[in-house]
C-alpha cells in the first residue's frame, strides 16, 4: 500500500453558511472561516471540507450551483478564498471543496441557453424528454420520484418538454453522456486546484449514469423514490475513470465521492479500491439510521440499535483493510447530529466522548462535522417556517396530507431534517451565540448557554479536549502508527451494548472498550495483558479479579503486551 498524506489526515468538515459571521449580516462567510483556522488547528485537525460557497440562487443553500468560478456574494469573494488557502496552508490545512457535478442551478448559463430551443447547442447539456401521452393529456416521461419529493421531471413550457432533476426543480441534471459535458467539468475541476485546493468532496457522484426511462410499475405512489434508477450503474464507473486520468491522477490530490443509493460493499470497491482509479475513498451512509428515530415521538427513549451500527462500520473496516481507503464520519450536513442520533441525554459527556472514541479508534480518515467536537444537538423545530431546507419543507407538506394534524407532521419531518444540522454554531453564551451581532438566518439552538466553544475550552474534561486528545493520538504520539495503519479486528461482534474491538501492528496492540449500556456492565479482562490505559472518558476504572465494571457508557482504550 502506498502511504498518502490524506490517509495521515483528520477531517473538519464547514457548512460556511452557519460557521462563523463576520460582516453582521447574519450569515457565515469565508472571512469566518478564515478567523476560525487557528481554533481548527488548536483542535488538531489538518484538512478541512468546506461545503459550497460558489455564486448560486441558494434553492439548495449553494449545492445549486450558478457558476462555478464565482463566489456568492454573501459568502465574500475569490479575493477572500485565496486568503483562505494561504492561511490554511500555512498552518498545515489542506483543503477540500465540493465538486458539484451531478446538475446546476436552473439559473447557470448553461440551462438558460438548454431551455430556449431544442436546437440550442446547449440543449444536450441537460437530460431533456418528451412528455408522455395518458388518457389524451401530457405527463411526465417516467413516475419516478426526486430525492426532494414529487416528480424528477420538471415541465419546462418554453419547447414543452420535461428535464430531469433528481433533487429540487431549480437543479437540472446534467447530461454525463454529453462529452462536451465531461470536458467543462474536468475544466471546473482544474481551475479549483490550480488556485491550490487539495481536492474535493464529490457531490451526488453515484447518480451520474441513469437506467432506462420506464416506468416503475407497481407504484405505492404517484412518484416513488427507486434510487436503483439513477444510482451506481455501470457508466458512473467509465465517468470516474476519465476525471481520474484526466484530472485527478495529474496532482496528489483527494478524492471523496458521496456514495448514496444504498451503496454495497462491493459498488464502494468499484469506486474506491485502490486499484480502481476512480477515487480516495467514498462516504457512505449505512450506520446512519441504526436506531427507532420514529418511535422517540411516542416513547421519547432513543435506542441505539447497536448491532446494526456495529455490522454497518464493521462491514467496511474489513472489506477496505488492504483494498482500499475508508473515510470515518458519523454523520453530515444532511443527517441529524450526532448526540441526538446517537448520544444519550443523561450521559451527554460520557456519551459523547464514547461516540468519539468509537469512530476516531478505528483504521481511516476521521471527519468531525462543525459543532460536534462540542456535543451540539438537534434543534426543537416549533414551527414550519424554521425549515430552510427545501427537502425538510417538502417532507412536511407530504406529511400533513398523511395525517392533517399539523403538529405531528411537523415533529415527524423534524426529527430527520438537514436543518438540524445546519443551526448556526455555538462558539460562546453571548448573544446569538457568538455566531454573530444579529438575527442570523436561521435560529440559535436553545441550548447555546449550555453547549458552545467557549465552555469547553473552559473545561478540562470537556468533550472538546477529548476530540483534541484522540486526534493528538492518531497524529503525533506514540500510536500514530497502529491507530493509523494498523490491524482492526472487531470482538465481542454478538454484544448487544459493547462496541469493542483490537488495534495491532507487528509491535503494538490496543483494545478498544466502548459501553453504549446506561447501566453498568461487568467485562472479562482476563485474557488480555494489560500495560497501561492510552485514553478513556472516565478518571478511575474498577478492575478487580480480572474484571472490569464499565460505567455508563464508558469508553477506554488500553495498550496490550504484545504477544511474540
Ligand atoms: C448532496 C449534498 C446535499 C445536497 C445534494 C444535492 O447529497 O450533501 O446537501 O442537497 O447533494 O446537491
Ligand atoms: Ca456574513
Not at 430525492?147 to 426543480?169: A, P, R
Not at 446534467?174 to 474536468?186: C, D, F, S, T, Y
Not at 473515510?327 to 446517537?342: A, E, I, T, V
Request: proline share 4%; hydrophobic share 35%.
Amino acid at each position: 500500500m502506498t502511504k498518502k498524506w490524506w490517509m495521515e489526515s483528520v477531517g473538519y468538515q464547514i457548512y460556511p453558511k452557519s460557521f462563523f459571521d463576520t460582516n453582521y449580516d447574519g450569515i457565515g462567510d469565508i472571512n469566518g472561516i478564515i478567523q476560525k483556522l487557528e481554533y481548527l488547528s488548536s483542535l488538531g485537525v489538518n484538512l478541512i471540507w468546506i461545503c459550497p460557497f460558489y455564486d448560486s440562487p441558494m434553492d439548495d443553500h449553494g449545492y445549486d450551483v450558478r457558476n462555478f468560478f464565482d463566489i456568492a456574494k454573501e459568502f465574500g469573494t475569490m479575493d477572500d478564498v485565496k486568503r483562505l488557502i494561504e492561511k490554511a496552508h500555512g498552518l498545515g490545512i489542506k483543503i477540500i471543496l465540493d465538486y458539484v457535478l451531478n446538475h446546476t442551478s436552473d439559473e447557470h448559463p448553461w440551462f438558460i441557453e438548454s431551455r430556449k430551443s431544442k436546437d440550442n447547442p446547449y440543449r444536450d447539456y441537460y437530460i431533456w424528454h418528451e412528455g408522455k401521452l395518458q388518457e389524451g393529456k401530457k405527463i411526465e416521461p417516467t413516475n419516478w420520484g426526486s430525492f426532494f419529493g414529487g416528480s424528477c421531471w420538471k415541465h419546462d413550457e418554453l419547447t414543452d418538454s420535461y428535464y430531469m432533476k433528481i433533487f429540487s426543480d431549480k437543479m437540472p441534471d446534467l447530461n454525463w453522456q454529453n462529452e462536451k459535458v465531461r470536458n467543462e467539468m474536468i475544466n471546473v475541476g482544474q481551475k479549483w486546484l490550480d488556485l491550490g485546493i487539495d481536492g474535493f468532496r464529490l457531490d451526488a457522484v453515484s447518480h451520474l449514469d441513469r437506467s432506462e426511462f420506464v416506468d416503475i410499475i407497481n407504484a405505492p405512489d404517484r412518484y416513488p423514490l427507486d434510487w436503483h434508477r439513477f444510482s451506481n450503474l455501470p457508466k458512473v464507473h467509465d465517468y470516474l475513470k476519465e476525471l481520474n486520468k484526466k484530472l485527478f491522477s495529474k496532482s496528489d490530490c483527494l478524492t471523496i465521492g458521496e456514495v448514496g443509493g444504498e451503496a454495497s460493499i462491493e459498488s464502494g470497491l468499484k469506486y474506491a479500491a485502490f486499484e480502481a482509479n476512480e477515487l480516495s475513498m467514498v462516504f457512505n451512509f449505512d450506520h446512519n439510521w441504526c436506531n427507532n428515530i420514529y418511535e422517540v415521538l411516542s416513547t421519547k427513549k432513543l435506542k441505539t440499535n447497536l448491532l446494526c451500527l456495529k455490522k454497518a462500520l464493521n462491514k467496511w473496516q474489513i472489506a477496505f483493510k488492504d483494498k482500499g481507503w475508508v473515510p470515518l464520519n458519523w454523520l453530515n450536513h444532511d443527517q441529524p447530529r450526532l448526540m441526538s442520533q446517537y448520544g444519550n441525554h443523561q450521559y451527554p459527556l460520557a456519551s459523547g466522548k464514547m461516540l468519539a472514541t468509537v469512530l476516531h479508534m478505528m483504521r481511516g480518515t476521521p471527519f468531525i462535522y462543525q459543532g460536534e467536537e462540542i456535543g451540539m444537538t438537534n434543534f426543537l423545530f416549533d414551527d414550519v417556517s424554521q425549515f430552510k431546507d427545501i427537502s425538510s419543507v417538502n417532507a412536511y407538506h407530504r406529511y400533513l396530507l398523511d395525517d392533517s394534524d399539523p403538529v405531528k407532521a411537523l415533529k415527524k419531518a423534524a426529527i430527520r431534517s438537514r436543518d438540524n444540522p445546519r443551526t448556526p454554531m455555538q462558539w460562546s453564551a453571548s448573544y446569538y451565540a457568538g455566531f454573530s451581532v444579529v438575527n442570523p438566518w436561521m435560529p440559535i439552538n436553545y441550548n447555546y448557554k449550555k453547549i458552545n466553544v467557549e465552555k469547553n475550552i473552559k473545561h478540562k474534561n470537556s468533550l472538546w479536549y477529548h476530540y483534541q486528545k484522540l486526534i493528538e493520538l492518531r497524529r503525533f504520539s506514540e500510536y500514530h502508527d497502529v491507530i493509523t495503519y494498523g490491524n482492526y479486528e472487531m470482538i465481542d461482534d454478538n454484544d448487544e451494548y459493547l462496541f469493542n474491538y483490537l488495534r495491532y501492528n507487528h509491535n503494538q496492540k490496543l483494545l478498544v472498550l466502548n459501553s453504549f449500556a446506561s447501566q453498568r456492565i461487568e467485562y472479562d479482562l482476563s485474557s488480555f495483558k494489560i500495560m497501561k490505559k492510552v485514553i478513556g472518558n472516565y478518571k478511575k476504572q474498577s478492575i478487580k479479579n480480572g474484571k472490569i465494571k464499565l460505567k455508563p457508557f464508558e469508553s477506554i482504550v488500553f495498550e496490550l503486551k504484545e504477544e511474540l
